[in-house]
């Protein structure tokens, strides 16, 4: 048996991790690979970080594309094969006619959500546009999908499954630069990063819209460091680079934005 109650003790989404905990046990009993169901970033840092002294299991996560938030994680015994490929996901194209009725990230997984489904078996969704989306779901969901999926907003949809190879993600820009700050604030940082007014920054991170290493951050004085990540959905994540002190003591920052 796992030492469940240290393992908690550790974590912040409790429910969560006792739930993979106790399919790690699964895993050690019968021998076979257990699957999750999909996390988001901050549950799978935490998974890492619970699992990162046992060595008795092993753990893999694959979203289905490199960038992907949302991944579901396959858990077995370290002396089993495992990698991501065994790790089971299914992708699903949501085509309609969204020209004159645009449609969300939110809309598109309100809809999939409406059919009864649980989020937890629903992975990234990329959104095409007028086109309508992509989403990436747990296997056994998609024939029941490709007949419940049939409108999205007011747009009627065919829903079908497809081949992981064909999702059309478009692979990130990197934008390089540096910034020199007086401080390591997170609105002054973030808001040289991503090109835009310390004020709006600030709102954008007390409207939650912000988060720092996939975890929720409220306020605007919190301190970034080297090796950081920072996220504004919609506007693409901000990676924290080197950080030396200059002569007049101040902070330069190097900065990758991904959009």
């Known amino acids: 048996m796992l030492p469940k109650d240290e393992l908690l003790a550790r974590v912040e989404n409790r429910d969560?991790?006792?739930?993979?905990?106790?399919q790690a046990e699964q895993a050690l009993r019968t021998w076979e690979v257990v699957m999750t169901d999909f996390l988001s970033p901050p549950e799978w840092l935490e998974v890492q970080?619970?699992?990162?002294?046992?060595?008795?299991?092993q753990v893999v996560a694959w979203g289905g594309y490199p960038q992907a938030e949302r991944c579901r994680a396959a858990i077995a015994r370290s002396d089993l094969p495992l990698d991501q490929d065994q790790v089971a996901l299914a992708a699903l194209d949501i085509a309609g006619n969204f020209l004159f009725d645009a449609a969300s990230h939110r809309d598109f997984l309100?809809?999939?959500?409406?059919?009864?489904?649980?989020?937890?078996?629903?992975g990234d969704i990329v959104v095409l546009g007028e086109r309508g989306a992509q989403a990436i779901v747990a296997p056994d969901l998609v024939e029941f999908l490709e007949l419940s999926l049939t409108q999205v907003r007011s747009v009627p949809v065919k829903t079908r499954r497809i081949e992981l190879s064909d999702l059309k993600v478009r692979e990130p820009r990197k934008k390089e630069m540096t910034t020199v700050?007086?401080?390591?604030?997170?609105?002054?940082?973030?808001?040289?990063?991503?090109?835009?007014?310390?004020?709006?920054?600030?709102d954008l991170i007390s409207a939650g819209d912000v988060r720092v290493n996939w975890r929720d951050v409220t306020q605007s004085s919190y301190q970034i460091k080297s090796g950081?990540?920072?996220?504004?959905?919609?506007?693409?994540?901000?990676?924290?680079g080197e950080v030396a002190v200059t002569k007049k003591e101040r902070y330069r920052i190097q900065l990758t934005r991904l959009v």
């Open 228 to 240: 950081d990540l920072v996220a504004i959905r919609g506007k693409g994540r901000l990676e924290i």
């Open 110 to 122: 309100g809809a999939l959500l409406g059919t009864g489904i649980v989020r937890g078996k629903v």
């Open 49 to 57: 970080t619970m699992f990162r002294p046992l060595t008795e299991v």
């Open 181 to 202: 700050e007086a401080s390591m604030r997170l609105d002054a940082i973030a808001s040289a990063g991503f090109g835009m007014s310390r004020s709006k920054m600030v």
């Open 16 to 22: 969560s991790a006792a739930r993979i905990i106790d």
